[in-house]
Structures are given as C-alpha cells and as structure tokens.
C-alpha cells in the first residue's frame, strides 16, 4: 500500500526539525533538492498495492537505490545504512 506524504510539515515548538539540522553543502542534501519528487512519486505510485500494510515512502525506496549506485554499495551496505539513524537515509523521505 502507498504510504503519502504531507504536503505541509507543522514545526513544532519544542523540537527542531531534521531538515532545519542537514548542511546545506552537502551533496546529498543539494541533490534531493534538484530532484523533481512529485514526478518521481508519480511514475512510482502504480507499482505500490492499495492493500495490505503500508510500504516504505518512494521517496526513501528511490533514495536508497540512488545512494547504492552513487556510493557503489551492495545490497547489504544499503539496508545496513537505512537502519542506522543517520541524517544521509533520512534526508531522502524529507519533504523538500
């Protein structure tokens, strides 16, 4: 099932957001910005079921698949790194 996103993001007044934290410089965060979401989610939303559990954002999906063939990592590398908590695999289901 697809799972979408909020077009709009409610700041909260006792946490900081994780965008408002990247650096701005980094390649990573410059390329999610050039990249033209609303038609990537469209040429994805028909692959993704509307039954059964909700799937991972395609956002976070193409990122992954992006990061594993700009970084050259194995499959395993990639699900190893979208486990951690880290700003790289969380910058792509941001909201840009």
Known sequence: MK?????????SLFTSDLIDCLN?????????HRLPWP???KEFEGYYSKMGQPAKPIRLVVGLLMLK??????DEA??????????????W???C
């Open 78 to 91: 990639v699900v190893e790194l979208s486990a951690m908590d880290t700003t790289t695999t969380q910058l």
């Open 93 to 95: 289901p941001a909201e």
């Open 39 to 41: 038609e990537i989610d």
């Open 3 to 11: 799972n979408s996103s909020p077009d709009q993001r409610q700041k």
């Open 24 to 32: 701005p410089d980094n390649r990573l965060y410059q390329l999610a």
């Open 69 to 74: 063939q700009l970084e050259d990592l194995s």
